[in-house]
């Protein structure tokens, strides 16, 4: 029985320590939440390269915010590059000339690392530099793996933290760098993970929002689906869907999700009725912006409308 309470033991232990994999691999790409009024949308961030950074070899984590700001203008922002340097369990992130800590994956209960500032508020009325303290450490199983969870919390008066538990190979699942604490009226620079994926792993944690839905925002963003028309756009109550170049024998589902990514309404579409124009009662909806996706047997179209 000892041995066995042992082994058990033993195999935690490795489990909660032994993590040692690339982090950020090739195709990494996090998606987090952006909801600063009048702009919604998210922010991207992806591995594009390696670097060398004082000989040691650093990956460059490309940042980019897409918002549509009401009433009616969409807006693709670039935040800079982050450079990432790995170092067994720990991962550093490169400011000021030096390394600062971002994630430690061997920390303990207890343990205290400092973090530089992010990139967006180096020279705001934020210190450069903070302090963190791991207050406890769990596991949990994310599609059958299993991984370590890190909660910390701003040691003594730091001015930045996490805002939210850091998971092995996915970082933090608020954003993954450290954001100003009580020391900018300035909004943070993003909010929580909605999904990660590389070329091997897809996550998303809870109710994230699967990716499909934000790659088919982006898309849209970049480049606005012209086969649709939806008007009023803002609208109070009523809600016309005109299909302009749609094969209509083709369509099958109209989906309308509100922007964190939860489906509102699903309408399938009787196949055998030619029409042109759909219309659709919005008046017990919140105030916002809604996504409609319409799903035919070869493709997918996007736009987007407001509930005043």
């Excluded at 790409?29 to 650093?58: F, H, L, M, R």
């Excluded at 919390?153 to 604490?181: A, D, H, R």
């Excluded at 909605?194 to 809870?206: G, K, M, Q, S, V």
Aim: hydrophobic share 35%; net charge negative; aromatic share 16%.
């Amino acid at each position: 029985m000892k041995t066995k309470i042992f082994l058990i033991t033993l195999l935690l232990f490795i489990g909660l320590n032994s993590y040692c994999q690339i982090w950020a691999p090739n195709g990494a790409t996090w998606y987090y939440d952006y909801n600063q009024a009048p702009s919604v949308g998210y922010v991207k961030i992806e591995y594009i390269k390696d670097t060398i950074i004082t000989n040691d070899t650093c990956k460059v984590l490309r940042k980019t915010r897409y918002t549509y700001d009401y009433p009616g203008s969409y807006h693709t922002v670039s935040l800079g590059n982050e450079y990432i340097f790995q170092s067994g369990n720990k991962i550093y992130n490169f400011k000021y000339g030096q390394f600062y800590m971002l994630y430690d994956y061997s920390a303990a209960v207890g343990d205290i690392w400092t973090v530089g500032a992010t990139s967006r508020y180096q020279y705001s009325t934020c210190d450069t530099i903070g302090k963190v303290h791991v207050d406890s450490i769990d596991i949990k199983i994310i599609n059958i793996d299993t991984f370590k969870i890190i909660y910390t919390s701003p040691y003594q008066n730091s001015n930045w933290s996490f805002t939210g538990p850091i998971v092995e190979k996915l970082g933090c699942t608020g954003y993954m760098l450290p954001q100003q604490y009580l020391c900018d009226i300035d909004h943070n620079e993003g909010g929580n993970l909605r999904c990660y994926n590389d070329h091997n792993y897809f996550f998303h944690l809870d109710s994230l929002i699967p990716c499909d839905f934000i790659v088919g925002i982006n898309d849209l963003l970049l480049n606005k689906s012209e086969k649709i028309s939806l008007f009023p756009n803002p609208t109070n109550d009523i809600l016309n869907i005109s299909f302009d170049n749609v094969n209509n024998d083709m369509m099958c589902l109209i989906q309308i999700y509100d922007w964190m990514g939860k489906l509102i309404r699903e309408i399938p579409i009787n196949k055998n009725l030619n029409i042109s124009n759909y219309i659709i009662q919005v008046n017990s909806y919140d105030a916002g912006v809604y996504l409609i996706r319409i799903k035919t047997n070869h493709s997918i179209i996007n736009d987007f409308f407001i509930k005043n």
